[in-house]
């Protein structure tokens, strides 16, 4: 059995940037366990640029992000763990990890940062008919064949789904010579950022669909078509609309869901929207000296936001092993009227950090402009006018710890200002 | 010369086989896909019925009950997880009660054991989620659930061992008798010339019968719809669970599986293609609409998969087995619809005797060996099991599939074995990776990987499930030099 101070599972760039930041905080010994055998997490093979705006005001490729943060930690003395897979994890923050080199290894840690990032909604979840034959692949497994094999999934390709990926392959797919017939979308609006339907789709005449989906596969043993059609307002096909495409490939981008299977383990409290741990405003879960950040946590459209959230989940740690652990009493943040979430999902307000707190939302639809309301129970205490709110989109809001004093709740409302949008784009 | 060539390799034809390794014969299986379990034994719900479903006085009533007992030796010896967990048939109203009190008469009749009506309060206690509208069920101890793919395999894999010659890839294309008597069957790489045919086709066991000019009969295709659910569910019902049989169908059911998921389904509805095997949106909403009166809370966000099987269902809705009275040495074993799962070891000991009727001498070989090498499921193993798997072979130390934490050693196992893996879906069956919560959105280019270095072949000749599916397209640049690049405005 190893002791370990801080034992961080996940090198993306979650990871990385509370080892960074650990370390800068004193914190000696920091372990990073990655089950791939190079660190940066799902970046790897986002090879296309958009990364860093926030934080480096550069435009920089995800391999060139992460290798900021690999330098970084190499040179501050973090130690990673590579082709590592952590098997276990315990509520008293033991882990089990394996290894060709060592076999199996048993890690006691003071404090664990869960940083396992997410994977994509499959074909099951979204229960498309029709047969099952090769050619049906997840757009994020599309994305390491092309970028990291080099290999060519399909010729003839329709998209399921607007998420980024999505989006970013219908482009990279696009520039490789394939032939990209169309995305398909069930929501009346893209489900990826504007700049990536602008730059990925309009930008190569792709045609989006909004309000369609995929209704059958057809071919038995490799992709020969799929048929389309336009979905009603309650999300069901109207089998009239439908028509064959003609093609050898579908991809799916249709959601990502953040891979709590280890936190599962140690029966820390799960928020069934987000899909990751419950935290307060250290980013410190149900149980403590456990901490989440990045897409486990929930998943984010920018890897920015990510770091940022890494660094706060790294002072957590940082406290927790400097004042061991103590008993908070959180106040909740509620999620009202138009958002789908708020995180951190309940707080200390006289721990607050830096006096201040990062809150993280989602919309339920989009909207043109709204307005964006903080409260507690004595009313109103901030209130933020918004353009474009889109739920692909996240939202961030900071609220001082002085205009959230002396309150037993805090809630976030999104309203609606003048007429409702039906489409983002 | 070969004794007996057996056509079709799901579950029937594979047990014959296995059975009759055990004897000095000369014994050749062809089947026509990339791997055995690919037709309908692949796809079913898994459960090795007590028998108190067929009609007294028919084959599968007669089979059904008799190769339920089988089961235990038979998973023993070959080390496929067997569960006897029991099964339920739930009745929700007065009416449902009377078809318990009858099956449970047929049950008896048909020779089931143990056969129990239990009360609304007895069954909530044994499965505390499901409707609290049901009334009273009729519960079987000795049902039980298996996985069929994984079985087959492993009858093949022994049969293997034991000298039987697998062919795959093989369609059988023609079979003659022979002037000088025993009959040839063809396929598109030879003649095989053998005393003996025992046709196990499955859906085309009619068409077989028909090119041999043996027995006219027919069979239809009734499929069978399924969504199967994490694993992080699998513990919603403990046992088998029914609803009251109608006429046509024993109805959707709600069941585990020996992996721990749980799935729902079969509807049933008869198709016109044998291999139309495709996944309808009324389907699904009928099998949703069917298991949820018997579990009212399913939690339909977390399906990972759906599939579906089709049931071969003869003419005259009964198993066709029996020696060709037209060509000698012919012997049918058709419209193996279900309980031909739970049968399969009566229908291996009946087509034994006929074989020996028709003059088959059956002598013991010495050296055989009833089971199958070893398979290290890591995921199964406690630490100290895992550390000493990965100190003998480090290759067991990579996760390739994250989801059901399947290891490099067992992939390489997988594709060097008896009857080896030469596909992804060939590797799925026999090590469950690509068949969890993520479907192999992570795994499936690792698996390809180390197929094309295993077998020696470029990844483009990967396939998902043989010829014509293979994985990829080509190469990156390749399609820029023959299709040309689009450029943003
Ligand atoms: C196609 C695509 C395009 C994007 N485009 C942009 C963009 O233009 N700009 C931008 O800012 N952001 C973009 N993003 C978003 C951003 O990249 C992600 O939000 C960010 O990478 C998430 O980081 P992470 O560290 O949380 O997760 P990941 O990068 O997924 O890292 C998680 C790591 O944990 C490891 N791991 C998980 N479980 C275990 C275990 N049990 N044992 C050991 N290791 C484990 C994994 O191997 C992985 O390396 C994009 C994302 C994608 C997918
Ligand atoms: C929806 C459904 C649910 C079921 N549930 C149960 C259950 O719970 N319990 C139970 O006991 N039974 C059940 N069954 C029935 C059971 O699955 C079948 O009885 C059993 O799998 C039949 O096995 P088989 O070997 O006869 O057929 P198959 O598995 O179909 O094997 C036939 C093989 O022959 C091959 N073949 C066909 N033509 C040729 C050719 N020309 N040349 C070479 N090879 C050829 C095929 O590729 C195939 O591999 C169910 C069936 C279905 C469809």
Known sequence: MQNRELVIIGGGPAGLSAAVEARKLGIKDVLVIDRESEPGGILKQCIHTGFGLHIFNEELTGPEYAERFIEEAERLGVEIMLDTMVLELTADRRLVAINSREGLVEIKAKTVILAMGCRERTRGAINIPGFRPAGVFTAGTAQRFVNIEGYMPGRKIVILGSGDIGLIMARRLTLEGAEVQCVVEIMPYSNGLIRNVVQCLEDYDIPLLLKHTVVNIHGRKRVEGVTIAEVDDDMKPVMETARFVSCDTLLLSVGLIPENELSRMTNIEIDEVTGGPVVNQRLETSLPGIFACGNVLHVHDLVDYVTQEAVLAARGAALYLASGSKKYEHIPVVTGDNLRYVLPQRINVDAVLEGKVNFFMRSVRPMAKAELFIESEWGVIKSRTLRHVRPSEMISIQVSRDEMIGSEIIKFRLQEEGGRVEHGN | ?489
């Open chain 2, 1 to 489: 010369m070969i004794d007996v060539a057996i056509v079709g390799g799901g579950v029937v034809g594979c047990m014959i086989a296995r059975k009759l390794s055990r004897y000095q014969l000369k014994v050749v299986l062809v089947e026509k896909e990339d791997d055995v379990a690919s037709g309908t034994s692949k796809a079913n719900s898994a459960v090795i019925h007590a028998g108190y479903d067929a009609k007294p006085g028919t084959l599968k009533a007669k089979l059904n009950v008799q190769g339920n007992p089988l089961y235990d030796e038979i998973c023993r010896e070959l080390d496929v997880p067997f569960k006897r967990i029991g099964s339920l048939v739930v009745a929700l109203n007065e009416e449902e009660v009377n078809v318990l009190e009858e099956l449970m008469e047929r049950g008896k009749n048909n020779g089931v054991p143990n056969l129990e009506i239990i009360n609304r309060e007895k069954l909530l206690e044994m499965e505390p989620n499901i409707t609290s509208e049901s009334r009273a069920a009729l519960y079987a101890p000795t049902a039980g659930i298996i996985c069929p793919y994984e079985l087959t395999i492993a009858l093949a894999e022994n049969a293997c061992l034991n000298g039987v010659d697998i062919k795959l890839n093989s369609p059988v294309i023609g079979i003659r008798a022979e002037s000088g008597g025993g009959l040839s069957v063809e396929t598109p790489g030879e003649i095989i010339h053998t005393r003996y045919v025992i046709n196990a086709a499955g859906l085309f066991a009619d068409e077989i019968s028909r090119m041999a000019g043996a027995e006219d009969y027919s069979i239809t295709p009734r499929k069978g719809e399924y969504l199967i659910f994490d694993r992080r569910f699998g513990d919603i019902v403990n046992r088998v669970i029914f609803p009251s049989p109608t006429k046509i169908s024993k109805g959707i059911l709600v069941c585990p599986t020996v992996d721990g998921n749980f799935f729902i389904g079969p509807n049933s509805n008869d198709v016109r293609e044998k291999d139309d095997v495709s996944v309808t949106l009324q389907g699904i909403e009928e099998i949703v609409r069917g298991a949820r009166k018997l579990i009212p809370r399913l939690p339909l966000m977390h399906v990972i998969a759906s599939f579906a099987g089709l049931r071969a269902v003869s003419n005259t809705n009964d198993f066709v087995i029996g020696a060709s009275k037209k060509v000698r040495g012919f012997i049918n074993i058709g419209g193996i619809q279900s309980p031909g799962l739970s049968a399969a070891p009566a229908i291996t000991e009946m087509v034994v005797d006929i074989l020996k009727e028709e003059g088959l001498e059956l002598k013991e070989k010495s050296n055989y060996n009833p089971g199958r090498p070893q398979i290290n499921k890591f995921r199964l193993f406690n630490n100290e099991e895992k550390k000493e798997l990965i100190r003998r072979d480090p290759v067991y130390g990579r996760v390739v599939c994250r989801c059901e934490t399947v290891t490099e050693g067992e992939i390489i196992d997988a594709i060097r074995r008896p009857l080896g893996a030469r596909s992804l879906d060939a590797v799925k069956r026999r090590t469950r990776a690509g068949m969890g919560r993520c479907q192999g959105g992570f795994c499936s280019p690792r698996v390809m990987a180390i197929l094309a270095r295993e077998l020696g072949i470029d990844p483009l000749e990967v396939t998902k499930c043989g010829s014509g599916s293979e994985m990829l397209k080509g190469r990156t640049k390749e399609f820029i030099e023959t299709g040309g690049v689009k450029s943003a405005k």
